[in-house]
Each structure stands twice: as structure tokens, then as C-alpha cells.
């Protein structure tokens, strides 16, 4: 009987290491950068138009109307799931204490690259101020682990999710009433101020610790409700100009992988076809299960891309069929597939060198 007890007992022990070894995170913490596409608050207390605290935003997340530019979770917060997190990253406006070392989410809807980026809409934190906000979490971190080297060791395991530039063409350079950099810049010569701005705030974040870095190309903007509605003939056309714009951005951040990598020995970056997933959620919309590409799932004007959601009003009912919540941001159905694929790539354009789960391993 004494020997029952004690097999019976190492058998719950090794249970419990089992189910906490399962549970356990792929990396100690995962930090967020980027604008509407993955905030998850940060703008609601913000005075800004750009915010997304109130119904139908959040009609199919179990918090509601939390501030996501959508009708339930975002592209980040399946990529949480997926690396193992019990709870999603917690917005930088409301992680206190021991939260942060989970990961902080920093993105800020409106937010660019240039800081002018935006500005049309109020208040907003731009991919500056997100390092800096960044910045002052390292020195929490700091403070919780007792000194710099624990928190260096700590933060080179973390994952670090940047997805900026779709406001610099969506809220500047294709916005001619309030931005000249449409006449001052031609595509490239945009894209490279971009890239030159862009990889300063990742040396920033570099210096600040980071070791493992995910860079979200710029989708297909010319294919969103808003821009169907502005400036496509039937409605259905992608805008070309737009598109074009935005591939000679995202070939640049692709190049911009391979020349940080060659950089710095010691970090590993990683590049998200957000673009060519899109593209495919476009062409085999009915492989993912959806049916309606064109229009947001609420809106106003044609193709529901005039401006997002109104307060209060009631978005289809169908939402999973749909590719778009509203004039501009994805579904949580069109999330998944986005956010599935960037953690495991489905097809090799998907992402490069690898995947997220790949640089998680690392």
C-alpha cells in the first residue's frame, strides 16, 4: 500500500509538470506594434475620431466594444493564441505591474511612420511615441527582474509584432486635401523615406532589447471598401495605383529583413506577406470560407466604405462570410486566416526566411 501511495503520488506530479509544461507560452512575452489593424484600446481614451469603443465594434468578442477595429479578435490576438498565451496582450493605456511581462500592446489606430501621419483624425501615438511608451516599459522591466542583464536575457526571448506604413498611404499620401507628399514624392521615393524612418525606430527597439522581430507588409489597401467606393469603377476593381504603391513598400521592407539580419548577428527579423495572404483571400475567398469581398459588414455609402461603423447600428448578420468588418479593417474570420498563416505559413511566399513558429523556436 505504502508503495501505491507513492507511485500514485509521482504519477500527479508528473501530471501537473505535464499539463504546466503544455500550458506554458512558446516565448516569455510578445510586444506589439503597428495601428488600427491590431489596437486593442489604446486610442479610447484618446480625443480622436479614430476609435472603436462602442457597438457593433467588438458584437462577437467576449469583452465587447474593448476598442478593436473589429466585430471580434484581431490578427495579433490569434498570434497570441497560437504561441500559447492564456489572455490576450493587454493594451500600454491599462498594463500595470507584473501584466507587462506578458507583452504590451502598443499600437495606436491612425498611426504612422511620419508623424504627420493621421493628424486629420486627433490624437494618436505614432510608431515614435509606441518606441518610446516601448522605452519605459523596459525600464518596468527592469525594476520587476532586479536588474538590466536579467531583463536583457529576458526581453531577447520575446517576439516583437511591427505592422505600420498602411496609414501613410491610407491617411497621407493618397489623401491630396490634407498631405502634399503625393506631389513632393513619387511611390519609391515614398517608400524609401518610409523604409529610412522605419528602420530608425528599429534600431531604437533593437537597443532596447529586442532580439526577434516580425515585420507586417502593408496590405492591399486598394481593395478595401473605401477605396472600391472612391475610386473604382464597378465597385469591385481593385485600385492599381494604390496596390502598386504599397508592393514597392513592402519590397523594400522584405530587403530591409535580409540587410538587418546580415546587421545584426545576434537578432533574427522576419518578414509577413500580408499582401499576398490577402491576395489569396481575394482570388479563393469560398476556400476560407467566405463569400463577400467588396463590402464592410457595416458602414455607410457604397460598398460601406464611406467611413467605419456608426454607433449603434446594426452590421449584417452574416459575419463570417464577409472579408471585411467596414471600410477599412478585416472580419475576425479574415483575421484568423491572416493570423494562422503568419504564425505558420501555408504556402512559402507566406513569409520569409520562416514563419512566426519558426522564430519562436529560435
Known amino acids: 500500500m505504502k508503495m501505491w501511495r507513492v507511485v500514485c503520488l509521482m504519477l500527479v506530479v508528473l501530471g501537473m509538470q505535464y499539463v504546466s509544461t503544455k500550458g506554458a507560452p512558446q516565448v516569455p512575452c510578445y510586444f506589439i506594434f503597428g495601428d488600427s489593424l491590431v489596437d486593442n484600446g489604446n486610442n479610447n481614451q484618446l480625443t480622436s475620431l479614430a476609435r472603436a469603443n462602442y457597438f457593433p465594434y467588438g458584437i462577437d468578442y467576449r469583452g465587447g466594444a474593448t476598442g478593436r477595429f473589429c466585430n471580434g479578435k484581431t490578427t495579433v490576438d490569434f498570434i497570441a493564441e497560437l504561441l500559447g498565451f492564456n489572455s490576450v496582450i493587454g493594451p500600454y493605456a491599462t498594463v500595470r505591474g507584473n501584466q507587462i511581462l506578458q507583452g504590451v500592446n502598443y499600437a495606436s489606430a491612425a498611426a504612422g511612420i511620419r508623424e504627420e501621419t493621421g493628424r486629420q483624425l486627433g490624437a494618436r501615438i505614432t510608431f515614435s511615441g509606441q518606441v518610446r511608451n516601448y522605452q519605459n516599459t523596459v525600464s518596468q522591466v527592469v525594476s520587476l527582474l532586479g536588474n538590466q542583464a ?213
Not at 467605419?308 to 468588418?325: A, D, I, S
Request: charged letters at 15%.
Open 150 to 362: 536579467a531583463a536583457a536575457q529576458y526581453l531577447s526571448k520575446c517576439i516583437y509584432s511591427i505592422g505600420m506604413g498602411s496609414n501613410d498611404y491610407l491617411n497621407n499620401y493618397f489623401m491630396p486635401l490634407y498631405y502634399n507628399t503625393g506631389n513632393q514624392f513619387t511611390p519609391d521615393q515614398y517608400a524609401d523615406d518610409l523604409i529610412r524612418r522605419y528602420s530608425t525606430q528599429l534600431r531604437s527597439i533593437y537597443n532596447y532589447g529586442a532580439r526577434k522581430f516580425v515585420l507586417f507588409g502593408v496590405g492591399q489597401i486598394g481593395c478595401s471598401p473605401s477605396q472600391l467606393a472612391q475610386n473604382s469603377p464597378d465597385g469591385r476593381t481593385c485600385v492599381k495605383r494604390v496596390n502598386d504603391a504599397n508592393q514597392i513598400f513592402n519590397n523594400k521592407l522584405r530587403s530591409l529583413v535580409d540587410q538587418f539580419n546580415n546587421q545584426f548577428t545576434d537578432a533574427k527579423f522576419i518578414y509577413i506577406n500580408s499582401f499576398g495572404i490577402n491576395q489569396d483571400l481575394l482570388a479563393n475567398p469560398g476556400a476560407h470560407g467566405l463569400r463577400v469581398t467588396n463590402v464592410g459588414c457595416c458602414g455607410v455609402g457604397r460598398n460601406n466604405g464611406q467611413i467605419t461603423c456608426l454607433p449603434g447600428q446594426m452590421p449584417c448578420q452574416n459575419r463570417n462570410e464577409y472579408l471585411f468588418w467596414d471600410a477599412f479593417h478585416p472580419t475576425e474570420a479574415a483575421n484568423r486566416v491572416i493570423g494562422g498563416r503568419s504564425y505558420a505559413a501555408q504556402s512559402p511566399s507566406d513569409a520569409y526566411p520562416y514563419d512566426i513558429r519558426r522564430l519562436a523556436q529560435l
